[in-house]
Structures are given as structure tokens and as C-alpha cells.
């Protein structure tokens, strides 16, 4: 059950097409990507998942545009207080590196797979795994830093072996 209630601010979306939302997004490799469904204008159809929201006499109830999980889906992946709260509570508020609690307004949310490997990955291509709940933990602040800077070392590192490998082999090709 999701921790927010659903109010207007949420519903301000409903019609907004993809090409909008890639002119807004497209660039920002941190905001996670929209199902085609979540585009659409038909009433009764959900909005993650596609399909009709069926009542228990089955018929369609065109009032509806989420079934209860896919919007506590959406609200985990697009919110981040939702995102938070669910994690918080899933890890005990335990750092996952030194196994410390973690104070109030002392720990980072982080990702396990880093989004900076979406960067260059169209918007509409990028891979939802990286907001689900397998790859985020709780890290005090101390142990984020420490991460996150190791990340960017390696990512620098790869980053120059990679020119030096080619160079060595244009050097070479127009050495011999």
C-alpha cells in the first residue's frame, strides 16, 4: 500500500503524449522511462500496465485509470519519499557497507548499478531495473562518498585506458 495518497497533482499527466515527455526528460539519464500505456486517453485502461481495469461484476470501471499495484509500482519508481519510506523500511535503516543505523537526514538512497550507465542510452531504451528495489540500499553518508568516488575512479580509469588503447593501435598502424 502506497505511503502518499493520490491527489490532483498526479492526475495533472493523464493525455500528455511521449513526444512531450521525451522533450522534457530526454536528456536527464536520472529520470526513469514511461510505459506506451501511461500515454494513453482511454478511460478504464490502466496506465502502467495496459490493460482494462476490470470490476468484480466484470464490467469495465471507466472511473479508474491505475490498478492498485501499478500505481504503488508507479508511486515507488517516480516518487522519491515513496522510494525512501519503501527502503527505509525494507533495510531497517542499516547502512549496507558498515551495517550501522543510519541517522535521520545522515544516509543517502543509492544505487547499486549506477544510473550514469543510462547516460547515453536513449530515453525511451533505458532499463527499468536500475529504479526497482533490488538495486537500491541505504548508505550513511561516509560510506556513499566513499562509493560513489571509487565508481568515478573506475569510470575514469576506463575512460583513459580505453584512449590509450586507441592510440596504440592507430600508432601503430601508421608507425609500421
Known amino acids: 500500500m502506497p ?4 491527489s490532483s497533482k498526479h492526475r495533472k ?6 513526444e512531450e515527455e521525451e522533450k522534457k526528460h530526454g536528456k536527464n539519464y536520472r529520470v526513469p522511462p514511461k ?4 500515454y494513453t486517453n482511454i478511460k478504464g485502461c490502466c496506465r502502467w500496465c495496459g490493460d482494462m481495469i476490470i470490476r468484480e461484476d466484470e464490467t469495465v470501471n ?3 485509470s491505475w490498478h492498485p499495484k501499478c500505481l504503488e509500482e508507479y508511486l515507488f519508481i517516480y516518487h522519491q519519499p515513496e522510494t525512501r519510506k519503501h527502503i527505509w523500511i525494507r533495510d531497517g535503516g542499516k547502512c549496507a ?16 548499478k549506477p544510473l550514469v550507465e543510462q ?3 536513449p530515453w525511451h531504451k533505458r532499463d527499468f531495473s536500475y529504479w526497482m528495489p533490488d538495486n537500491l540500499q ?3 553518508n561516509g560510506c556513499h562518498k566513499k562509493k560513489t568516488s571509487k565508481e568515478a575512479t573506475e569510470r575514469a580509469r576506463k575512460r583513459r585506458g580505453e584512449k590509450v588503447e586507441v592510440n596504440k593501435r592507430v600508432r601503430d598502424k601508421y608507425i609500421c
Open 3 to 6: 505511503f502518499r495518497r493520490w
Open 13 to 18: 499527466t493523464f493525455g500528455i503524449t511521449r
Open 62 to 64: 471507466y472511473r479508474r
Open 138 to 140: 541505504i548508505l550513511c
Open 35 to 38: 510505459p506506451d500505456s501511461y
Open 119 to 121: 547516460k547515453d542510452v
Open 97 to 112: 557497507y558498515c551495517d550501522k543505523a543510519a541517522t535521520k537526514g545522515k544516509w543517502q538512497l543509492d544505487h547499486i
